[in-house]
């Protein structure tokens, strides 16, 4: 692949490994302000629109990817939802590159994501489990209302980079977020300027109230009852901080595995922390309040050391 292709390669696709190694030859940059600044601005365009453009330039595709490097540090700054909101949007951009794209540079995509597709003159064709595994929740793209030959899906470049924002989010969430401690002081100072939708703000002002449950993660207490997982530590995990059900169970069970070494009488099944999570994020139910859990917490903690820091 030639220098030009590589670096549109890279541009469509900064996620990918011939970004990493364009931007690693690269070194580092005597400027980053001028980065940063595309960084917020593109970071800016994904959280209020919930997709970021994909301009199909000539000229200044290395700093695109420049300015996604730096993006992903800055938006590791800011709270889950917004991470998860922003990942979403650059996915939704590399589908739209993906839609114009080459067919070489298509497969080489797919390739990198673990997907295998065979082409021939008249549509891409895909293993109908790999289809059912990677397509989107929609009656458009339902195995019912598909093209299928020999056990595979036939799709138009098109219908094939429309169903890619999932496999495409994953690959960018890995790594994500960046531990704040590596992050450079003048990124975390520039995520503090970014602009927010009034919904968002108010998603910041709510989280500075419940921050007191990552300090309760933080400190195990001698009984956990169901309801404190239920009516705390479940719906926080999953709708404040946007964890799935997998990954909150498995914060909750190891919260709880110290509460153990504390009181070993404390008991609840891993089968009631999954239910907990699952009917949390059916209901979409918010965390309560220091206040309200004052009451159901008092007894066990120390409640003013979890209100300070």
Avoid at 40 to 63: M, V
Avoid at 143 to 160: D, H, I, P, S
């Amino acid at each position: 692949m030639q220098s030009t292709n590589r670096l549109d390669f890279a541009y469509r696709y900064p996620f990918s490994e011939e970004a990493k190694e364009l931007v690693a030859a690269s070194g580092a940059p005597a400027d980053s302000i001028p980065y940063l600044k595309l960084a917020k601005a593109r970071i800016e365009e994904g959280i209020a629109s919930g997709s970021i453009a994909y301009k199909g330039i000539l000229y200044g595709q290395r700093e695109s990817v420049m300015g996604y490097v730096y993006a992903r540090l800055m938006a590791s700054a800011l709270p889950q939802g917004m991470l998860n909101r922003y990942v979403l949007s650059e996915a939704r951009r590399s589908c739209s590159a993906m839609s114009s794209d080459s067919d070489a540079s298509v497969a080489r995509l797919l390739t990198e994501l673990g997907i295998k597709v065979s082409r021939d003159s008249d549509a891409f064709s895909l293993d109908a489990i790999q289809f059912l595994m990677n397509s989107p929740e929609s009656d458009t793209y339902a195995l019912v209302n598909q093209r299928l030959k020999g056990g595979a899906v036939r799709l138009e470049l098109g219908e094939l980079a429309g169903m890619m924002v999932k496999p495409i989010a994953e690959r960018i969430m890995r790594g994500l977020p960046i531990p704040r401690k590596d992050i450079p002081k003048i990124v975390l100072e520039y995520s503090k300027e970014v602009k927010l939708p009034k919904e968002e703000l108010r998603m910041v002002q709510s989280l500075k109230s419940i921050r007191w449950i990552d300090r309760l993660l933080l400190n195990p207490i001698p009984d956990v009852r169901q309801r404190v997982v239920g009516l705390v530590l479940a719906p926080y995990l999953v709708n404040v901080r946007g964890l799935d059900i997998d990954s909150a169970y498995k914060v909750i069970s190891s919260y709880i595995d110290k509460c153990k070494a504390i009181d070993p009488s404390t008991r609840i099944t891993d089968a009631q922390i999954r239910y907990q999570c699952s009917y949390a994020k059916s209901k979409g139910m918010r965390p309560l309040s220091l206040k309200k859990a004052e009451e159901l917490l008092s007894p066990v903690i120390n409640m003013e050391a979890l209100e300070g820091g």
